[in-house]
């Protein structure tokens, strides 16, 4: 789960640089900064259960920082969707940089595609707002993270990003 975080630090971090709106790019290193203090904080209460053995206060409050880096996660692709939606400056050469930026252009594709299938079957009541029932929910960049085929069984466990993996190559 700690370098789960990690991955969607570096992956914030990355669309944050090519934010082409400021109040975006801010908004999502302040999520960023804070699942970075989430994902450290759990390695070190991890580490401290992992000595201290079965506890019943140590796995709360584990399981506490779990949640609370899930939360975070969620606020850093919300605010991810929203830089995506204002738009992004060019990736340098970098390749993370290229696979975020084309992760990226893959979801809002799908949203696009999405808002036009909802526009040509518009299932609007006598006011002209969309009806609520049977209606398909947006793609959001979580569900794009969720459908990435699972990671192969050749692929360490966790994979350190700074020795040559990639931002999208771990899913959560």
Do not use: Y
């Amino acid at each position: 789960m700690v370098s789960d975080g990690q991955v969607v630090v570096k992956f914030g971090n990355i669309l944050a640089k090519h934010c082409l709106d400021q109040r975006c790019s801010r908004e999502l290193l302040h999520a960023t900064e804070h699942t970075q203090s989430i994902s450290s904080q759990l390695g070190i209460v991890a580490r401290v259960k992992a000595v201290t053995g079965e506890n019943k206060a140590s796995s709360e409050l584990l399981l506490s920082n779990v949640q609370n880096l899930i939360q975070a996660v969620q606020q850093v692709l919300r605010a991810a969707e929203a830089a995506c939606v204002k738009g992004l400056g060019e990736p340098s050469a970098d390749p993370e940089e290229e696979e975020v930026a084309a992760f990226c252009q893959q979801w809002r594709k799908n949203l696009t595609q999405h808002r036009a299938k909802e526009a040509l079957n518009s299932d609007r009541d006598e006011l002209g707002l969309r009806k609520t029932r049977g209606a398909k929910a947006e793609p959001t960049l979580m569900s794009l993270v969720q459908e990435q085929p699972p990671r192969s069984r050749n692929t360490p466990k966790h994979p350190n990003p700074r020795k040559g993996h990639t931002v999208m190559d771990r899913h959560l």
